[in-house]
């Protein structure tokens, strides 16, 4: 099974990938810092000798390196999962908001995953299979202090995957909108998580996971999970 995650260095991404690193999988890591992703597959590698682990660089933020990603990821192989994690939060109210942040968000929280998913589509129908995962998040569901244009990407990525579920329904293709609360990673910097209050990345690895193995005529649509005392 050939896996490409996007934003695999770190956080979600990288727990995702560990998840996944099974016998004989062969995964495709990608994030644009080299070091950081270097660093994560070498780690994977170690850890999961029976795995086989690409990785390439991409500022999936430009188009142009998007499409170069999915012809390198064709290389390889068609792809069964693709996992679009890639993003990026800058906090703010649309009213005031640096100028360039809704561009820049949507650049990388949804014209990335749009862009690969349908670089990488046209081999995945001819199969017949595949299984598409766009990572959401809270705020494509619901408005909030600080959200601002971060929300409205999210929004967007939302609509976009409820229109290829639709679309894709008679070729095979299953697609899952996945939409998590608040996950330790390293955007949350210094946060004391002692008590448990947020969760953890591997928990939303595992509800990825487990969206992989039901039966073919079955998909989950949308998976929503959130820390057990509620959002912060």
Not at 87 to 103: H, K
């Amino acid at each position: 099974m050939i896996v490409i995650i996007t934003g695999a260095s770190r956080g979600i991404g990288k727990a995702i990938a560990k998840k996944f690193s099974t016998p004989n999988n062969i995964i495709i890591l990608t994030a644009k810092s080299e070091e950081k992703l270097i660093a994560t597959k070498k780690e994977l590698a170690a850890s999961h000798e029976s795995t086989i682990f690409h990785s390439f660089v991409a500022d999936l933020s430009n188009k142009n390196e998007v499409i170069q990603l999915a012809k390198n990821c064709l290389s390889i192989g068609v792809p069964d999962i693709i996992i679009n994690n890639a993003g990026t939060y800058t906090p703010g109210n649309c009213y005031n908001e640096n100028d360039g942040a809704l561009e820049s968000m949507m650049n990388l929280n949804l014209y990335a995953a749009y862009h690969l998913t349908r670089a990488l589509l046209p081999k995945m129908i001819e199969k017949n299979s595949g299984h598409v995962f766009n990572i959401c998040s809270i705020a494509s569901q619901k408005a909030y202090e600080g959200g601002g244009s971060y929300s409205i990407s999210k929004f967007a990525l939302n609509g976009f995957s409820q229109n290829l579920r639709h679309e894709l329904k008679s070729t095979g293709i299953k697609v899952t909108a996945v939409f998590p609360g608040a996950v330790l990673t390293e955007s949350w910097g210094d946060f004391d998580n002692s008590n448990n209050r947020i969760m953890e990345a591997e928990d939303i690895a595992i509800m990825i996971y487990a969206a992989t193995q039901v039966s073919k005529q079955a998909v989950v649509e949308e998976i929503v999970i959130r820390p057990q005392l509620g959002d912060l």
